[in-house]
DNA sequence: ATATATAGTAAGCACTTACTCACCACAGGA
DNA sequence: TCCTGTGGTGAGTAAGTGCTTACTATATAT
């Protein structure tokens, strides 16, 4: 029970990561700074100490998932190696695999977009389109290279993600998963099959 | 500048409307009753007269969404005399345009799923199963009848919404047409080859 | 015209919100 | 041992919040 004396450095950590987790539950205007301190385990005045405004903690939970790569670089790492549909097929596991485990930042990032706060527009900027840009690649030199049919790489590459994401969002926060449980290999391969099959029968 | 006196009838009306453009707008948590007030032009004390609690806003949005089964005949109703690809082509155009004119109930829908309201459980449990049922049956039939590949029909129609309602929502909830502006009909058809005929070279 | 029902209001209640300030506790260098 | 810097708090404040009350204005039926 021995009640720890926190570093700035430590508390300021502590106070973004249960703020992040409030705000993804209930959004940044459904929670409240008393109710981010209680959970901290601190008083109120602490959190203003660190953060002269609530909405300075949107910007800090920006800057920390902005600069943890570590997702990113650990989905490069686990695509190595890979070719044909298996490069798709690990994209897909990965993503709805993630927010299976953890939808904190899918639900932050929506609640970000529909309140009009920065992290979303920022995420958009970097990650998004960073993200896409390599799938757009990727399929642009398929293309290139005569396994995959002419196209516009970018709307092809919005086209798989679509599946993917959606399913992950309506699973997740609009509670599908309470209807449809299918195993995520299951879907993914189906998905993947879709992307580069078709569904016509030859 | 003639100041009419409402029906009860209308005033529930036009408060209902007002408070579900605020709430697509805001959220039901960032959205005061002073401001519905204000903006239909109104005293607070009014809009209680009318709704015991604010929380029976929603109800009545619910209300009013669930039984405007306008747009579904709508779409029905285009949907007749179509086959093949047409018919995942108008379903894709009318969905992407729908939310493109007004992506006020898209908005709607995904502020009451993070806020844990009523409207998005009520939504997913009728009409969104609803089409999706439409679809899968669709589906199963072409599968059925041997112009589709023998697979998961829930699955293959969640794949086919997913592309479409997630290029809807990163285009005007992410902001995405800030980047890519493609017209619907092109998106539309790639969409709908994708499905179709997959990304491979034959 | 008068009565009555109902649309509508001004003002405020009890409570919550983000944010502040004067103050305390204690590790560590002098 | 006494300071001093820093982590931490209790008790506020002003500006909202949902919701209520006591009242007024006006359309309609008699």
Redesign the pocket.
């Known amino acids: 029970m021995a ?9 300021y950590a502590q106070i973004v990561k249960v703020a992040m987790r409030l705000f993804s539950q209930k959004g940044f ?1 459904g ?5 981010i ?1 209680k959970e901290a ?9 660190h ?6 903690l949107y910007s800090a939970i920006i800057d920390m998932q902005c600069n943890d790569k570590q997702g990113q670089s650990f989905l490069m790492r686990r695509l190595e190696g890979k070719e044909g549909r298996d490069v798709f097929r690990e994209i897909a596991a990965f993503l709805i695999q993630m927010h299976q485990e953890d939808p904190t930042f899918m639900k932050l990032l929506m609640f970000s977009a529909l309140e009009g706060h920065k992290l979303s527009d920022i995420f958009i900027r970097t990650r998004a389109i960073e993200t896409l840009d390599y799938l757009a690649k990727h399929i642009a030199r398929l293309i290139k290279q005569g396994s995959f049919k002419k196209t516009d790489a970018y709307i092809a590459a919005r086209a798989f993600m679509g599946m993917v994401l959606h399913y992950s969002m309506t699973q997740e926060i609009y509670g599908m998963k309470r209807f449809f449980r299918t195993p995520v290999t299951k879907v993914v391969n189906i998905f993947v099959d879709i992307f580069f099959e078709g569904m016509e029968a030859h």
């Open positions: 009640k720890k004396r926190f570093t700035a450095e430590e508390r205007k929670t409240t700074t008393r109710e301190a385990g601190i008083s109120e005045a602490i959190i203003f100490k953060f002269a405004k609530k909405e300075d």
